[in-house]
């Protein structure tokens, strides 16, 4: 009987210990996930959020030389989609657990190739993929930690450690957008299928919009294969507008005529007044 009523009593706490398994109760620190497209790049940082609560955080809550999982609960985490350089140093793709170690002068930044640890009381510096300096920054106060990303450019970020009267910011560079974009567009364009309009097309107007004069070229046969596929008033558009770039105004205005023509007879009809407008500029300047 005693056998039987210890199996009992077994069973109910292994019940009620897959009930407690499955709740999800609120945390004190918060998670947080921040994602920032840099170029062709995508860059994500999830993370807990501590309070300030009327601590010394910085040497006192953490302490000075001691790494710290820069944030709370488990390890935060840092993310890129591509190979990027971290302060001029380079981080290849991947997921990495991010830690810092902070000094009054100068912090250190660490991207660890474990990124599943409860915070960093099981960091490794062995698995370091990359460490950096940053200098830390007076600020307001913040009383919640954050990340956040700073004067984005079009190849360039500033990821920025926020908390307390301290930031610190460290620079993430994607490297050659154009290069892997164009290198992408041509394995694209090399698989497309042959009544594929639409892909040479946006590849075409991509460079003719970021003014690659020196891909006008390529990008010119781009078209003429989308338009080879199924004439449409958006890509005669498109070659319309290379042709002229390429001082070719002639084929140019021809090109524009028969896309107006189209446009005219669609069904809804397309607004052609910016096109006509450009084409009367056209030739007048010739």
Known sequence: MKTKILIFFSLVLLGLSS??????????SQMQSVIQTIGDTTVAVVYHRPNVKDRKVFDGLEKYGAVWRTGANENTTFEVSNDV?????????????LHTIPNKDEWTIIFNKVNNEWGSFAYDQKQDALRVTAKPL??????????????????TADAVIVWERIKVPFTIDVGDVVGRTLTDIRQQLANAKADDFRTPAQAAGWVLNSKMTANYEEALKWIDASVKARETYGNLTTKARLLNALNRKTEAIATAEKAVAMGKAATPIVDTTGLEKMVNEWKTSK
Not at 21 to 28: M, S
Not at 85 to 97: A, D, V
Not at 138 to 155: G, I, S, Y
């Open 85 to 97: 350089k971290i302060n001029g140093q380079l981080l290849p793709k991947g997921k990495y657990g």
């Open 19 to 28: 009930v407690s398994a499955q709740l999800k109760l609120p945390r004190e």
């Open 138 to 155: 007076k600020t307001e106060l913040q009383e919640t930690m954050m990340f956040n990303f700073d004067n984005v450019k079009a190849t």
